[in-house]
């Protein structure tokens, strides 16, 4: 393999697809990256076998050929060689590289051990860029990160009736947002939340116009491309909870509060409840909002936040983590809060945004 390419053309592909290369992996090979010449252009690719990132790019291909050699050494010669025109050039599992000033050769493995990754499978649906970049930040957050129940560490995705719904979960909070969409098809899968948090990256790093989604043919592959670049992620296997049975069906309170106010107030009672649980209880008064928190050690705090509610007087507790993220994910300046008792569930939906809701469930301070 022969190829010459500027250093400014192959590092921002080289870090991207660097990032899924396996870390002390007992496969040597998956923390290498692939380098292949496939149609006039250069393949990148690497995996840890959950998830793999491929991109074409350009470059001046005299010899084909493939090769993989260690990630972290590649992408930090090349990150040295700024401003570069780089000529790269393999011979048997070896890779050299060298420029008008520099030379050097780093050791590889077979491009015969590195694993196949998915490309191609059942086109399912088309989805544009935006609404995962708006919508995704507003969810994944929910999601479980420890993989004991690993169906609670993915986003269920469904698209039906023309909307893309999205689910996640990590038992003791949801989130639930519903996208109006142009496709008028049926599709539902557990997509890991790490592959999501991934896809973000990759769109927000190259000018995308569409996503395509489609399954691989064994159904348990999920290939996302676009632009030059295609990943493939494993699916989750298992049964997502019945999320809809955790809505609350009847409301006690609504309190519609400042989104800004009442971000601050949480933030300032969380630094007196980081000893005792991240606990906050809020109360519901007619004109306002009372938070208070306290930690043996360091005392207490009480915060009266201005606000509208009708209904019942409830007291409830809740875990400020929860509370803080998902005010944060909003981008109103109202919100409403739901009650429905100090021990049942509530709902905070942003004002003016339809589609996207947060079910959070209280502390039982008994």
Known sequence: MKFTILQQDLIPALSAVS???GVRSQLPVLGNILLQTEAGKLKLAATNLEIGVVKFIKAEIEEEGEVTVPAKILVEVVSN?????IDFTSSLDQLQISTTTFSSQINGIPASEFPAIPLTGKEAVVVDPQVLLKSLPQVTFSAAIDDGRPVLTGILTEIKEKKLQLVATDGYRLAHKVVNTQEDTNFKAL?????FEEVMRLISEENVDG???SISDDQNQMIFSFGNTQLSSRLIEGQFPAWEKIIPSETKARVIIERGEFLKAVKLASVFAKTEANIL????LPTKLVLTSE???LGSQKKDVEAKSEGEEIQIAFNTKFLQEALSAFNTSQVMLELSGNLSAAI???MGE????YIIMPVNLS
């Open 19 to 21: 990032r899924c290369c």
């Open 81 to 85: 060689l700024v401003g570069e025109k």
């Open 191 to 195: 997509i890991p939340r790490r592959t």
């Open 211 to 213: 996503i395509k989604i």
């Open 281 to 284: 209880k809020v109360k519901n």
């Open 295 to 297: 930690a043996k050690e």
């Open 348 to 350: 905070i939906k942003p």
């Open 354 to 357: 339809e589609g996207l809701q």
